[in-house]
Structure formats: C-alpha cells, structure tokens
C-alpha cells in the first residue's frame, strides 16, 4: 500500500504529469459564480492547503471534484482522464475520496461497519456469493475486517476496543472526524481531500491530526489537498497553500509567499482594513 | 475546451441506457399513436390509420370537445385537490397521502346535507342557495377534518425521518376511509336531482350546466386561495414557514398556527372539490377519495410541487390527458376497451412527467432543509 | 477485542416516590378532555357496529361477547391512562394512591357516557339515514333489550367499573400489575384462539381438556377461565424473573456458543412448525397457510423497505405478476399460451419474469426521492392491475375473469400441492419462508447489507464513499420482487385461479402495516407481525380467527398504523439498528446520562475512559 515515491515532494514532482488538474472549472448557482475559470494542479505524494475567506467556494471545489455539484464549465482531470460526468461514486472508485465539512458519518452504523462499508468500491463479492457463502466470500470480508481494523488502528486507541461496535453517533465530535478520515482511507484512494479536519477541535487534538495528516502522505502515500482555516496547522501540514477568494484562486505558494501575499491579506481582512 | 454538449449527462450506466430507451420509446407509442389519430381523423380509410387499428372510426369534432370539456371540468377538481398537497409538502416536505380521503369526506358530507335539504324541498326550490349552503358546511367540515388530522397524526412527527409522517398519512388515509365504509356503509350514495339547467346542454359550446359550474367554481376558489396566499398577512407567514420554517419562527410567527391554517386551507379546498365532484358525477362512495386523491398528488408533482399555480395546471394536464389519451393515443394504435385504461393513463403521465422533467413543469420549491 | 457493555438499562433518574395524591387533587380538565375523547371513540365504535356485530362472538361463556369486550376496553385505557406521571427531571412522581382509583372512575364514567347519550338519541331520534347502523338492533344491544334508562345507568356504571379497575392497575405493585395483566390476557388470548385450540385438541387427542375449557356453542367457560387466569398468573408471578434472566443469558452469550443457542431455538421452532400442521385440521392449516404466505410477502417486502429503506408501495405488483406467469404457464385454461409446465419448472420462468418486471418498474424509479417513489411505486401496481384487467390484454389473462383451473404446483412428481390439501400448501409456503429467511439473512450480513444499510443512512454519502446507490437499491428491488414472486406462484397453484380483485393496492398496504407493526429490518418481527395481525384478523380478503372482524379490520389496520408510527415506529420487536435510527436524539442523550458516551466533547485534556492498549 505504501508508495516508495510517496515522499519525493513537490521538487520532483514539478517533472511529472498532476494527478488532479482542474482546467478553468466553473461552477455557477443561479447566477453566483461559486467557482471562476479555477485552474489547480496537484502532483502525487503532495499536501496542498486550499484557504480562503467564508463563502470563498473551497467546499464547492471538492464538491464539483467528486461530482457531488455540476460544474458549468471546464474540465477535471484525473490521472490523464476527464472525471467530467462521472457519478460521484465512480469519482470515488477512481481514485478519489473526501471528507465532509458538517461530518456525515453513517450515524447508525457501527465504527467498524462505517469503514467497511467504505471499501465497496474495492470489493467485489456480490449477492450470490454472499447466498451460497462461498469461500471466496468469506475470505473477503475477512479481508474488509482486517483492512478496517488496520486503518482504525492508525488512530491509536481511539477507534478501536470496545468503541469500533459502537454506532458511530455516540463518538465524540473529534472522533467523528478522525472516523471520517478512516472512511475514506477505506475507500483506498490515491487522493483525499480533507474538508476543514480539525474544525472544532482543541488545540491538542489538532496538533494530534496535524501530525496524522503527515503520516497519511508519508506512510500510506496518499496525495492530500485540506481544506483549513487554522494557519497553524496550514503551515505545519501543507507542501503548497491554494488561496481561493470569491472563487477564484489570488495566489498560490508555500505558506510564507501567500501568508504576505497583499491580495490574501485584503482578501481576509477586506479592502482598507482598519478604515472606521 | 469542453463544449457543453459533453457536459450534459450522457448515458453511463445500465440503469441510464434503459431509462433513454424507455423515453424514447414512450415518445414514440405517443407519436406514433397522435399521428395515426391524425391520419384517421383526415380520413377513417388513411392506410397509416388502418394499419395501426383496422377499426378506426375517429372521432367527430363534437365527441371531441365533449373529451376535453370533461377533462377540463375533472382536472380542475384535481387541480383543487392538489392545492392541499402542494401547499402541505410545500410546508412541512411530505406527502399527505389522507388528502384525497379529506376530499371523499367532502363528497360525503355534501351527500348528507343535500339529501337532508332535498327532503326539506330546499333544494328544489332554491338550488343555488341550497348549494351555497352545502359549499360551506363541506368546506367547514373538511377544514376541520384536516385541521385533526394535522394535530393527531402529524404534529408529533414532525422532525422524524421523512418517510414516518408519509407511512403515518397512509394508515390516515385508510382509517377514514373506512370511517365512511363502517358509519355510512358501502354502497353508493347519491346526490339528490339537480335542476335541468345544470343537467343539460348549453347553447354556449355545447357544454353542460354542471361542467361550467364546476370550472367557473374551481376557478373562483383558485383565485380566492392565490389572494390569500400572496396577498394576506396569513398568507405571508405560510409563505415564510415554506421558505425556512425556523427562521420564520424567530421572526416571530407562529409555525404552528401557520401551519394549521395551511392545512384548514387546503382542507377546504378539497370539500369545495367534493361538492363539485358530487354535483358532476352525483354520486359517492368511501373509496371515492382514493384515485382522485394519487391523481391529485400526481398533478401537483407534474406542475411542481410547491406551486399553486402548477398544481392547477398540473390538474389541468391530468384531467384532459386522462380524458383525451385513451382516444387520442391508445385507440388509434388499436388498443381495445380503452376506457377501461383512463387511470393507468393518468398514472403514466405521472411516471412521464418524472422521467422528463423530474422536478415538474414548472420546478419545485421545497422546505430549506429538504434542498439540499 | 470486543469488550460486552453492561446491558443497558433506563437511566435512573427517578428520586424516591412522593406521598399518594389526595383523592380529589386532580386536573379534572385533563379528565374530563379524556373521558371525552374516550366517549367520543365508544360512540363511533358503537356506530361502526363493532358492538353488534362482534357480538356472536362468545369470548368467556355467559358474561362476556366480543361486542361488549371492544366497549370495555377503552374505558378501562383511559382509567389507566389517566393516572400516568410525567418522567421528567424536576417532576416530582407520587406513589399511586386512591387518586388514581377516583380519576380513572371518573374518566371511565364519561367515557360510558358517551354510550349513555348515544342510547337515548337512538330511542327518540332517527338517524339512519346517513348512519346505516342507527337501528333498533343497536339500542337493543346497548341497553340490554331493558328500557333506554337502564342503558343511561348501566353505561355509567360499566364505564366507572372499567376506568376503576384501570386505576386500580395503577396501584397493585409491578409483580401483581404483571400477573393481572397475564391472567387477563389469558383469558382473552385462550378464547381468540379457541378454534386453534379445539383443532388441535383434537388432533392430539386432547379433547378433554378443551371439552372443559370451552363451552359448546364457543367461548371460554367461566370455570374454565378462572381455572386459566389461576394458573397463568400463577406462572406469571413465578416464571417471569426466569423467563428474563433465560433471556438476558443469551443475550450475553458469545460467539459460538451464541450462535448454537440461536441453532438450537430455531431448529426448535422449525420442529413446531413441522409436526403441528399434522395434528391440525383442515380449517387450522388453511389459517396457517394464509399466515405463511403473508409472512412471505412480508419477508420480501422487508428486504426492500426494511433493508434498503424504499417505501414500496406498490409490492402488490410482483405478487400478481408471480401469480399471473405461474398461471399462464402452468394453467391449460390460460388464454393464449399454456405450455402447462410443470409447477417448479414454471417457478423458475416465473423468478425470470419477476425479476425482469422488477427490473422495470424499478429503474425509472430508483433515482426518485423517497416519497415520490412510494406514489410512483403504487401506480405502477395500479397499472399492472388495470392491464391484467383490461379487455385489451384478455386475450391473455382472461381480463376480470382471470384465469380458473390452475393446476396444483407438482413437487418432484412427489406430492401434488394444491388448496384441496391445506397441509401441503402449508409446509410448501414453510420452505420458501426458510429460503427467504436465509436469503435476507445472508444478504443482511454481506458487502450488500452493509452498502443498503448506508444508502439508507444517507444516500449522498453513500454515493461519494464509492457505493453505486443505483444498483445496489435496483438490486433490492429485485430481490424483493423475486421474493413477492415465490407467494404468488403458491398462490396461484393454491387457490387454483387468479383474478385481478386478488391484487388491489389494499394487499400492499396490508403488507406494509404487517412489517411496521412487527418491526421493519427484522426478520423476526417481521414474522411475528404478520402471524398476529394476519392470523388474528386476518388478510384483505382471508379470515382470520376472529373472523368477525372481516369488516372491522382495514379500519383496525389503518388506526394501528397510525399508532404504531406515533407510538412505537420501530415496530412490535424492533432491530436495533432501527430502533436507534429513530430514536437517535433520545438515545445519544440516555448515554450521556448513563456517562457512557466518549468524553473528548467541548476542548479540554483526554478524560476519555479509552481502553490503553
Ligand atoms: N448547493 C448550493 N446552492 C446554492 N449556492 C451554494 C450551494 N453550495 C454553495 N453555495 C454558495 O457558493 C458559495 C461558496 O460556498 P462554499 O461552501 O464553497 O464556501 P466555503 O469556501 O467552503 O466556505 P466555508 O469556509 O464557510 O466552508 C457560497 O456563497 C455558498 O452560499
Ligand atoms: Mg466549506
């Protein structure tokens, strides 16, 4: 599972073909232009910080990326091939799994049943094997078990004991994050877009998450583009920061050059700050 | 670039190749059957027309208005019925099912007060006061009627998955139905006489009395209702609680008032239309509400939900679809004992609408929290 | 790995009892609005004709009929009801006390009233126009055939004595309330199903035994009842703390030895369900043959409704077109073809046919929100319907004649199963029911359950996590339609024709009543809802064992589905996915209570109690 280039970084990444490449996509609401002409590469092995004021269109970007909203205009490209009018679920068996801003776990569904379930699209028993229970089925989802347990193990002891049978609506806020990333994980994709993962956390758990979200590029390899408004953790976690305004990226760069960046500053603060 | 051609959901899945087949084919049995129509209609002899159905005997320009007459008068029953489905989804997000029950309670309390006011000699001697008389106490009763059934069965279940107030409608709906079966029995009641004016032909394009009555009333109470709601204070607040029920709330209005009225209106709609039903077909039984009632929904899904004025539209659409497609479409294609298939039409046209335009003709507007 | 939580139990808020409530201290407002509806209720029913009607039906020999016992009841309810405290934190409870005795006298008296008032309209008014049951008849059952006086005091009287004894339930302690309740179930049940009984009875040479327990013209003897309530209250008082613990045991067993209790109760329930048929007459299997196709019926549609959560309303439609091929195919008569296959030859054409029909219904509608799908799903079984009916497609199905003369299903050229030999049909209908047990069994618990359990979680999320929602819910639709397919071929070999009145929307709704009331997503609710619902009132068009309800139980369904979605929507013996679907808000709150939930909530260190590796 775990890529032997996943850590070579953007340097060489800069020669290779994107993984993800969004040519001047648009997403329009009525007449609200939520995403504008946005064009946005991301290379393998990559963690990349999407920032932006509220309302900038961040979560419209990951919502038209996994076909969740239509795009109006422009193109998504995925390891050389157009996602354009795929299904959502096929988006997310391509290679692709994201996170939700205002977390949708499966609520009624255990811990462990949340990250099995994910793995569907990597699974292929189907009814009759499951009817004659055959043993092609049977090592599967011995399989599905083993792989959940695998990825709750990653968050340390909080997933796991007695809390992986528990339905998913009785874990605390934070763990209902971290499970989200699990089931993702789950859905072993090459790119995870991580939608504000440390929003209502504390300080503690975020430094936590902020060191996972490492680990996840450095040990399973994945590709990382997060959503966050905390700066601190932008700058810890993030290769390259993205800054969207109004839906359209003011500028890109690591976190120093945009962090200075005279537009981001407007754009944060608004035009004349400090003006009564 | 990529053109916007390519952006248009092309088939991709099985289910997706099956559905564009099925559209195209449910298309072409409409084309197909219009134009053998036409062609018969041209000349009953036209080859096109006898190959299709060797019996044609097309219709005459007389059977034909008479078609769209009835379906005119029907649908705007429908229309009116769909009133109280459009405004209740429109509020709370479900489907009312016990409407058209609400509307069967209409046409049964009409019966009792009609045949009480025939036996006085009431109704003979001044029919249109008579009729004024059971308008109100129909409209009264049903009002009321939904006004409960709002407050017993819904009210509690406000917030639960979306499905338990429509399974809980289900179970309303058949509980009154067979209120009226167990109480007023199961045969067919009837209204009592109405006068010849109504019975018979008009000079006024051939129509009958009743079937003016019933369009001209179903219009009126159409207007009233739009008044109500875009221009009283009342119909503001059912406006805003359809919008965002919440923040109509901390605004300051009482969600549920509003939305006891919204049913008392839509309840009252439904009686207007039974009374109306009643004069038409002058006769009623408990399962009366039971088709008129899907069909009322389906009109309402077909204008878009949420809407007044589609749902009367949607009605509208029905009502003549239902009347004019069996003779329109499946007797030229040779279909026998068309009449028989008049529901099954309707209930196709609703399947179609959703097939083609899933959101209705003129699209829904929904409770905020059923958008997204 | 897994750790067993400690079985969960209500939070314990309650504070220690006040003292009784004086007598008097009532809110008479409240019991005056519920005598009120109560007599509201009696009046309807005693218009319904339920009083008169049911009243052929002895239930305990010369004191009590059916009639009488529907006018009891709910006086009886709303004396019980009436004494109900509020559990809330901050609500004092007070101990039960002459307080609930003299409310619920009160409540029950109003509530008799109602009738009281009813008979004396009925001596000096006439209704009976609008009202077909404002008869003569009516006023002679209310007021015992004596003057309409007597019925003003003895309603009075009965309604006090009923909402009494519902108060006194309130003050016996929780042992005796059980037994009471036991005994008086005893009773009623033993006389519900006296026909059962005296079948079996006779069928195992027991004839003694009923001979006293039932008096010859029906109904429990009075003797025979007291003797009855003896012995179950006895066995109440001293069964119950073993029935649970037995049950809190398996509860708790694990892994294997679990599953080989679970073998052990359901090879043990499959050995009843085999040798019973053979000591039962005609009339009892032809009951139990009923019941078991519905139990088909319910099974199927629970896949789809109780699994995948779509709202099939139009269930109806599979089971007639698994009717209407099996005929075709099997029946010499059938109109246009009738290649007379043989009946498992046929059933597997059939399974073909149905799941292609389910196949078309469901794609266009699959992709429809929920509540559009269900009106959809029910005119798409009104369609199917109007086309077996219609004159255009006659010449093949027979139109409203349908087709007569089907032939019994042939097993193996073993046994020929038809609706002459009840028996047969009985134990045919069993196997499909364990097939179908098995099959949402093992589905419940695959890659494919788990992907319907999240479509109807949510379905967006379970799109973007990778699951194809259309296929998987298609895949349900079918599975369902295959499954309704099954009991439409039996039905068809059993009772030898099939007209189109046999498929009216009705059935799907009767079968959906059959899965809430027993409990959608569990197979053994599902099956103990259609058991009691169909076998006691009995199916659209089949009787049950209080058959005189026939005309009384659409009206009893639909009042119980109502009910059951205020009071219970997780059904009679719920799964406790379910339950928690529907009471999340509550649950999550009994946790917290309880300090169970995981304690990482609102900022601050890690006081969560995490199991350390
Ligand atoms: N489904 C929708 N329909 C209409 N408008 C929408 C929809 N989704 C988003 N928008 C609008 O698009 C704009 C961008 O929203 P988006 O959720 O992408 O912002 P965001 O950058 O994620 O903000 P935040 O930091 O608050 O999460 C907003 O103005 C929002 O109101
Ligand atoms: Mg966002």
Redesign the interface.
């Known amino acids: 599972m775990t890529d032997v280039q996943a850590a070579t970084g953007p340097a060489a990444a800069a020669v290779r073909q994107p993984l993800l490449e969004t040519r001047r996509l648009s997403v329009e609401f009525g007449g609200l232009k939520a995403l504008d002409d946005l064009d946005l590469e991301i290379y393998e092995g990559e963690i990349v910080s999407v920032i932006g004021p509220n309302g900038a269109g961040k979560t419209t970007l990951f919502n038209a990326i996994t076909a969740t909203v239509e795009s109006s205009d422009g193109d998504i490209v995925f390891e050389g091939r157009s996602l354009l009018g795929l299904d959502p679920n096929r988006v997310t068996s391509s290679g692709i799994a994201r996170t939700f801003q205002n977390v949708r776990l499966f609520a009624n569904m255990s811990v462990l049943e949340n990250v099995m379930v994910s793995q569907h699209c990597r699974t292929k028993q189907h009814a009759f094997g499951a009817l004659l229970y055959t043993r092609a089925f049977r090592r599967e989802e011995a399989e599905i078990r083993q792989r959940a347990e695998k990825i709750l193990e990653f968050f340390g002891t909080r997933l796991v004991g007695y809390r992986m049978d528990q339905p998913a609506f009785t874990l605390s806020y934070a763990n209902r994050r971290r499970l989200e990333i699990a089931r993702a994980m789950a859905t072993q994709p090459k790119l995870i877009l991580l939608d504000e993962p440390v929003a209502g956390m504390n300080p503690v758990e975020s430094a936590e998450l902020t060191g996972l979200i490492g680990r996840l590029r450095d040990e399973w390899g994945f590709a990382i583009v997060v959503i966050e408004h905390d700066m601190g953790v932008v700058r810890e976690v993030s290769d390259r920061v993205v800054v969207l305004d109004h839906g359209v990226k003011i500028a890109e760069g690591d976190y120093a050059d945009v962090a200075n960046d005279p537009q981001v500053i407007e754009a944060y603060l608004g035009k004349g700050a400090g003006d009564p | 670039m990529i053109g916007k051609a390519l952006r248009r959901k092309a088939p991709r899945t099985g289910v997706d190749w099956f559905l564009t087949v099925m559209r195209v084919a449910a298309l072409t049995v409409v084309a197909v059957g219009l134009l053998a129509f036409i062609a018969q209609e041209i000349d009953t002899n036209n080859p096109f027309a006898r190959w299709a159905n060797p019996d044609a005997t097309g219709l005459t320009r007389a059977q034909f208005q008479g078609l769209i007459v009835s379906g005119v008068a029907q649908g705007a029953m429908y229309g009116l019925i769909a009133l109280g489905y459009s405004m209740v989804y429109g509020v709370l997000g479900f489907i009312n099912f016990a409407h058209g029950e609400v509307f069967m309670v209409g046409a049964m309390t009409g019966m009792i007060t009609s045949t009480k006011l025939a036996d006085a000699g009431m109704w003979e001697s001044n029919f249109i006061g008579s009729l004024v008389l059971i308008v109100f106490v129909s409209v009264i009763v049903c009002a009321l009627t939904a006004v409960i059934m709002e407050r017993v069965a819904y009210r509690p279940l406000r917030g639960s998955p979306r499905l338990i107030p429509l399974i809980t409608s289900i179970g309303v709906s058949f509980f009154l139905q067979n209120v009226s079966l167990v109480l007023l029995g199961p045969a067919a009641k009837a209204y009592p006489d109405v006068p010849d004016w109504v019975k018979s032909k008009h000079t006024f394009l051939e129509i009958e009395g009743a079937k003016i009555l019933v369009i001209v009333v179903a219009a009126a109470s159409m207007v009233c209702l739009w008044y109500v709601v875009e221009r009283t204070k009342s119909g503001k607040a059912m406006r805003a609680v359809a919008e965002d029920a919440e923040i109509a709330a901390l605004m300051g209005i009482n969600v549920n008032r509003t939305i006891v009225k919204v049913f008392a209106l839509g309840g009252a709609m439904a009686g207007m239309a039974g009374i109306l039903w009643g004069i038409l077909f002058r006769s009623v039984v408990h399962t009366t509400g039971f088709l008129p009632g899907i069909k009322a929904f389906s009109a309402a899904v077909v204008g878009g939900i949420g809407h007044l004025g589609g749902a009367m539209t949607g009605g509208l659409s029905i009502g003549v679809a239902e009347s004019v497609g069996p003779l329109l479409i499946l007797e030229p294609l040779g279909v026998s004992g068309v009449s028989q298939l008049r529901d099954a039409v309707a209930f196709a046209v609703l399947i179609g609408v959703l097939l083609l335009r899933p959101n209705g003709l003129f699209g829904e507007r929904l409770p905020s929290e059923d958008r997204t | ?3 067993t ?1 400690p079985p969960t139990s209500s939070p314990q808020l309650e504070a220690p009892l006040a003292a009784p409530r004086p007598a008097l201290a009532h809110d008479w407002r409240r019991i005056a609005r519920m005598g009120s509806i109560a007599a509201f209720a009696q009046v ?1 029913i005693a ?4 009083p008169v009607a049911l009243d052929g039906r002895t239930m305990v020999k010369p004191v009590l009929s059916l009639g009488y016992l529907v006018l009891l009841i709910l006086p009886f309810a709303a004396g019980y009801r009436q004494g109900h405290q509020t559990k809330l934190e901050g609500v004092t409870q007070h101990a039960a006390g002459p307080n609930e005795v003299v409310g619920g006298l009160a409540c029950g008296m109003i509530a008799g009233g109602g009738l009281s008032l009813l008979a004396v309209l009925l001596a000096n008014f006439d209704l009976r ?5 404002w008869s003569p008849i009516l006023l002679d059952t209310l007021t015992f055939g004596n003057a309409p006086w007597f019925a003003v005091v003895i309603w009075l009287a009965i309604g006090a004595g009923a909402g009494a004894s519902g108060g006194v339930l309130r003050l016996l302690g929780p042992r005796s309330r059980r037994a009471t309740v036991t005994m008086v179930l005893a009773v009623i049940g033993a006389a519900v199903l006296e026909s059962l009984m005296v079948d079996l009875a006779d069928g195992l040479r027991l004839e003694a035994l009923t001979d006293r327990l039932y008096a010859k013209r029906g109904g429990v003897t009075w003797p025979g009842a007291l003797v009855l309530a003896a012995v179950s209250g006895g066995l109440a008082v001293v069964g119950r703390g073993r029935f649970r613990t037995a049950r809190a045991r398996l509860a708790n067993l694990e892994g294997a030895k679990r599953s080989r209790a679970n073998a052990g109760l359901i090879l043990a329930a499959a050995a009843v369900l085999i040798v019973l048929p053979l000591f039962a007459g005609k009339l009892t299997n032809e009951l139990l043959a009923n019941v078991g196709l519905f139990v088909l019926l319910a099974l199927g549609l629970n896949v789809v409704v109780g699994l995948a ?1 779509i ?1 099939d ?1 139009g269930y109806v439609a599979f089971f007639a077109v698994g009717s209407y091929s099996a005929a075709v195919l099997t029946a010499a008569t059938s109109p246009k073809i009738s290649p007379e296959m043989p009946w498992l030859v046929a059933l597997i054409v059939v399974v073909v046919i149905t799941g292609l029909v389910g ?1 078309f219904i469901g ?2 509608v ?3 929100r ?3 799908l ?3 799903t ?3 079984g ?2 199917i319907r ?2 077996f ?4 497609l ?1 010449g093949w199905f027979g139109g409203a004649q349908g087709i007569t003369l089907i032939p019994g299903a042939n097993i193996f050229g073993l046994t020929e199963v038809s609706g002459t030999d009840p028996r047969r049909v009985f134990y045919l209908v069993l196997a499909f029911c364990a097939l179908a047990i ?2 949402s069994w ?2 419940e ?7 319907w ?2 479509v109807r ?2 379905e ?12 998987v819910k ?2 349900a639709f079918v ?1 369902g339609a295959i499954l309704g397919s099954f009991s439409g071929a039996i039905f068809a070999a059993k009772v030898g024709s099939v007209f189109p009145s046999s498929f009216l929307i009705l059935v799907s ?1 009767v079968i ?2 059959v899965v ?1 009331f027993g409990g959608m997503g569990n197979i053994v609710g599902v099956i103990a809802g259609s058991a009691v619902l169909i076998g006691v009132l009995g199916g659209p068009k089949q009787p049950g064992l209080l058959a005189e309800f026939s ?2 139980k ?2 009893i ?10 009071a219970r ?1 997780e059904g009679l013996i719920p799964s406790v ?1 379910r339950t ?3 009471h ?1 808000v509550e ?2 709150q009994d ?1 917290w209570l309880r300090g ?6 609102g ?4 006081p ?1 109690p ?4």
Not at chain 3, 129 to 133: G, K, R
Not at chain 3, 389 to 392: E, F, G, I, K, L
Not at chain 3, 445 to 451: H, M, N
Not at chain 3, 557 to 565: F, H, I, K, Q
């Open positions: 790995m897994t750790a939580l309807f218009l319904s004709n339920m126009d609008p009202l077909v049951n959560g709202l309303l196949l794609a266009p699959i992709r429809m929920g509540d559009y269900a009106i959809v029910l005119g798409f009104e369609i109007l086309l009916q219609s004159d255009w006659s098995y099959v093992r589905l618990r695959s890659r494919l359950g788990r992907a359990m999240a979680e949510d967006t999320v379970a799109e973007a996590m990778g699951i194809n929602t259309v296929n298609l895949l599975v709704i959906l009543v809430i005309e009384f659409l009206l369904y639909g009042a119980l589905l109502v009910w059951m979605m205020l929507p996915r928690r679907e529907l999340q649950m999550a946790a169970q939930v995981d304690g990482e909530d900022g601050g260190g890690d969560q995490t199991v350390q590796p």
